[in-house]
């Protein structure tokens, strides 16, 4: 499968005293990836929050390779790694140009909005389920 891709430029806000973007806007640059990836493929938070189904971080492992500073024209990319009944895996990395800056393996787990988990409806890991390799 081929990964999403999203542009971000990274703005004096994303940066802390040393001029490097600061660590957690990191989080806010995944969030914006994996949530235009969804919109690429129909699948609007808007739209889960009227079924009552959400979805929440569970897990995030991230690799800080090497720092991002003010102006950079950066690349967010995300894939799909795994997808089980209640349970959407992401691999995602951003890039400046080809050098990968950072790297974030999550698990998104789904939930009702009224509390609790869910499972994801068939239509929806169906859209989500990376392609059979031949």
């Given at each position: 499968?081929?990964?999403?891709?999203?542009p971000?430029?990274?703005?004096?806000e994303?940066?802390d005293?040393s001029?490097n973007?600061?660590h957690?806007?990191?989080?806010?640059?995944?969030?914006r990836?994996?949530t235009?990836?969804?919109?690429?493929?129909?699948?609007?938070?808007?739209?889960?929050?009227?079924?009552?189904?959400?979805?929440?971080?569970?897990?995030?492992?991230?690799?800080?390779?090497?720092?991002?500073?003010?102006d950079?024209?950066?690349?967010?990319?995300?894939?799909?790694?795994?997808?089980?009944?209640a349970?959407?895996?992401l691999?995602?990395?951003?890039?400046?140009?080809?050098?990968?800056?950072?790297?974030?393996?999550?698990?998104?787990?789904?939930?009702?909005t009224?509390g609790?988990p869910?499972?994801?409806?068939?239509?929806?890991?169906?859209r989500?389920a990376?392609?059979?390799?031949?």
């Open positions: 499968m081929i990964a999403h891709r999203f971000v430029r990274i703005y004096y994303d940066t005293f001029g973007v600061y957690a806007a990191y989080l806010k640059f995944f969030e990836g994996r235009e990836f969804l919109r690429d493929i129909e699948i609007s938070h808007t739209a889960l929050a009227a079924e009552g189904l959400a979805f929440a971080v569970r897990h995030m492992a991230i690799d800080f390779v090497d720092a991002a500073h003010i950079d024209q950066l690349i967010v990319t995300t894939q799909v790694a795994g997808v089980s009944g349970r959407l895996t691999d995602q990395t951003i890039l400046r140009e080809d050098k990968i800056l950072t790297t974030a393996h999550v698990v998104v787990a789904a939930i009702k009224s609790g869910a499972r994801l409806p068939a239509a929806l890991r169906a989500l990376p392609p059979a390799r031949p």
